[in-house]
Structure formats: C-alpha cells, structure tokens
C-alpha cells in the first residue's frame, strides 16, 4: 500500500526473511494489519494465557534457563539474530516463539500496575489513549528474565525496532 510507511528494516535482509516475526512496524502498523487480516491485537490477559498455556512457571516449558532455550530465542542462543518461527519447540496450545524472539504489541496501554485492570480478559484502554501501549514476550536481543510469561514491557505507539513487532 503506497499509503503506508515501509516498515522499518524492512529492506534488512537480517529481518526480513520467509517465516520470520515481523519487526520495525509501530503498534498502529500492527493494529491496522490485524484488522486487515480479519484479528485484533490480543489483549495483555489474552497474551498472556496463550503464552503460559496452561502453565505456572517462569515458561511454559519450566522455570530454568534450560527450559527457555527449548521454546524461545534470547541473547544467550540466538546468536545475535532474529530466527524463524517454529524452531523452537511449542507450548501445549501449540503456539511457537512466545518467549523471546520478538517483542510484540498487544492492545493495552500501559499502566504501572494490574490495580483497576478488567477482569475478564479485555485489553485494558483509557478512554484517552495513554502515552504507551505494552509489550510482551522478550526479544532474541534480551536476558533470560525479559522472556518470563509474566513479563511486560512499554514502549510509545510509534516506536519501531528491531525486537518490536509481531508474528
């Protein structure tokens, strides 16, 4: 679409190869291919609960460093790039790369804390838009405890990068 900016790193043959997480778009460029494609951005909560699967501990394949390097992609395996989907093995809904690899947008804004958050699910959106949306599942670039189900990060909604994005 000549409309749309070209995602950054786009022409990056590092980041921009077949099967590969989407990296360099900002959360409106993921939003708006969502809803293209027929899907929302999933929630926080909704993020979450397929990442853990199930599970309760610090991955869905166990607490330790081991057990991430098994499902994900981060600094210690990743050899300084960012790697297909589906290398890994998968979690028990049969969801790959939830745990590093890319950092991806949902839908919430961001707020310091789960106090007044929705209870069912439902992303959690201020009736003015906040300044920063979430997002979840660690990058191919970061440590062992930015992977963790639990983890969440901010980032301002035009914000671009190349461990920001979708799959």
Same mark, same amino acid.
């Given at each position: 679409?000549?409309?749309?900016?070209?995602?950054?790193?786009?022409?990056?043959?590092?980041?921009?190869?077949?099967?590969?997480?989407v990296?360099?778009?900002?959360?409106?460029?993921?939003?708006?291919?969502a809803?293209?494609?027929?899907?929302?951005?999933?929630?926080?909560?909704?993020?979450e609960?397929?990442?853990?699967?199930?599970?309760?501990?610090?991955?869905?394949?166990?607490?330790?460093?081991?057990?991430?390097?098994r499902a994900?992609?981060?600094?210690?395996?990743?050899?300084?790039?960012?790697?297909?989907?589906?290398?890994?093995?998968?979690?028990?809904?049969?969801?790959?790369?939830?745990?590093?690899?890319?950092?991806?947008?949902?839908? #919430?804004?961001?707020?310091?804390?789960?106090?007044k958050?929705?209870? %069912? /699910? @439902?992303?959690? +959106?201020n009736?003015? $838009?906040?300044?920063?949306?979430?997002?979840?599942?660690?990058?191919?670039?970061?440590?062992?405890? #930015?992977?963790?189900?639990?983890?969440?990060?901010?980032?301002?909604? %035009? /914000? @671009?990068?190349? +461990?920001?994005?979708? $799959?």
């Amino acid at each position: 679409n000549p409309n749309v900016e070209e995602p950054e790193y786009w022409a990056d043959r590092r980041f921009n190869q077949p099967r590969q997480p989407v990296v360099g778009v900002n959360w409106e460029d993921a939003r708006r291919y969502a809803e293209w494609a027929g899907l929302r951005l999933p929630s926080e909560a909704e993020w979450e609960y397929a990442c853990r699967s199930g599970t309760r501990t610090r991955y869905n394949t166990g607490d330790t460093e081991d057990d991430l390097g098994r499902a994900g992609w981060y600094e210690k395996n990743s050899n300084g790039k960012l790697h297909p989907v589906g290398e890994k093995a998968p979690n028990a809904f049969g969801l790959y790369d939830m745990h590093g690899n890319v950092w991806e947008w949902v839908e #919430d804004d961001w707020h310091d804390n789960y106090k007044k958050a929705p209870n %069912d /699910g @439902r992303a959690w +959106v201020n009736k003015r $838009r906040g300044a920063d949306r979430v997002v979840r599942g660690g990058g191919w670039d970061g440590g062992a405890l #930015d992977c963790r189900s639990a983890i969440r990060g901010f980032f301002a909604p %035009d /914000g @671009r990068g190349f +461990v920001l994005g979708f $799959r």
